[in-house]
């Protein structure tokens, strides 16, 4: 499992990003792929959506020192050749891990759910625990959504202009 960004706000992040699964660009070398990557999930992985998440994250003005970046599955699904998607199982299997997270996140006050897996992942979350959190739902910041949703990528900015603008009123 990759570690959290240490220049990301950590534990006293008040936002958090939550992805589907990590990518292979976050893995770090106890996995056995072809390519391991920084052993963090992180908007400066060198990979695509890290960095549409860099990017839309600061035109919205969002601090990355007030932010962490998690996935609903916190393990890598799939080979050395192709990542996988999170089922039903992944992520109902992943709901004790992401309470472990949310527990480490005492200043959190918004969730921004990036694609429909971490939207199922925490739907699943919220069946069994009940945090008391803004929650907003977008797009999953992938090249593949911002290739076949021309909008996605505003509608994305406009997420988080609106976690930013939560966090300034609190």
């Known amino acids: 499992m990759p570690w959290f960004d240490p220049a990301s706000g950590g534990v006293e992040a008040r936002s ?6 990590p990518g292979q660009k976050s893995m770090g070398a106890e996995v056995a792929l072809r390519r391991t ?18 990017m ?3 035109e919205a003005g969002l601090p ?4 962490v970046h998690w996935n609903v599955v916190p393990w890598y699904l ?15 299997r992943a709901a004790p891990f992401l309470h472990e997270v949310i527990s480490m ?9 990036m694609g429909r897996k971490a939207q199922a ?27 076949s949703r021309p909008a996605a990528r505003q509608e994305i ?3 988080l202009r609106q976690a930013a603008d939560l966090l300034r009123s609190a």
């Open 78 to 92: 799939g080979t050395a050749d192709r990542i996988a998607a999170p089922g039903r199982t992944e992520i109902q």
């Open 121 to 147: 992942g925490w739907a699943a979350y919220q069946e069994q625990y009940a945090p008391k959190v803004h929650t907003l739902a977008t797009w999953h910041p992938s090249p593949r959504v911002f290739a």
């Open 56 to 58: 839309l994250r600061d």
């Open 105 to 113: 996140l005492p200043a959190l006050e918004v969730v921004v759910l």
């Open 157 to 159: 900015l406009d997420t």
């Open 37 to 54: 990557g920084s052993g963090i999930i992180s908007i400066d992985n060198d990979d695509p959506t890290a960095q549409n998440c860099w």
């Open 64 to 67: 990355y020192e007030l932010s």
């Open 16 to 21: 958090l990003f939550l992805l589907e699964a």
